[in-house]
């Protein structure tokens, strides 16, 4: 390949590293510490303490209020699901003893 003459592309005295200015430096130096502050652990949050001072208040009951008998009502159903219990296995026996095959 032949060099032309006042060609930036082949000229073999072409400098790659310009010479750093302060202006470039500054900003090297900035993003050095920019970097630097990306990988800093983060400000811990200062612990602040509350104090509530409120007096205590006696709770009531309001005047429509209902007691319900949750129990009664838990019992009731659990016997009830037994006894829907009771009569699928009946059932199902009932399908193996007819039938020798289980589902």
């Given at each position: 390949?032949?060099?032309?003459?006042?060609?930036?592309?082949?000229?073999?005295?072409?400098?790659?590293?310009?010479?750093?200015?302060?202006?470039?430096?500054?900003?090297?130096?900035?993003?050095?510490?920019?970097?630097?502050?990306?990988?800093?652990?983060?400000?811990?949050?200062?612990?602040?303490?509350?104090?509530?001072?409120?007096?205590?208040?006696?709770?009531?009951?309001?005047?429509?209020?209902?007691?319900?008998?949750?129990?009664?009502?838990?019992?009731k159903l659990e016997k009830e699901a037994e006894?829907?219990?009771?009569?699928?296995?009946?059932?199902?026996?009932?399908?193996?003893?007819?039938?020798?095959?289980?589902?």
């Amino acid at each position: 390949p032949r060099r032309m003459e006042g060609d930036p592309f082949f000229s073999s005295s072409i400098n790659l590293q310009p010479n750093p200015t302060p202006t470039m430096r500054v900003l090297a130096i900035l993003a050095l510490i920019g970097g630097a502050a990306a990988f800093a652990p983060a400000p811990s949050a200062s612990s602040r303490s509350v104090s509530l001072n409120a007096e205590t208040a006696e709770w009531t009951a309001p005047a429509e209020w209902k007691e319900t008998d949750f129990e009664s009502k838990i019992k009731k159903l659990e016997k009830e699901a037994e006894e829907r219990l009771d009569t699928k296995i009946d059932e199902l026996k009932r399908n193996v003893a007819s039938t020798g095959k289980s589902d």
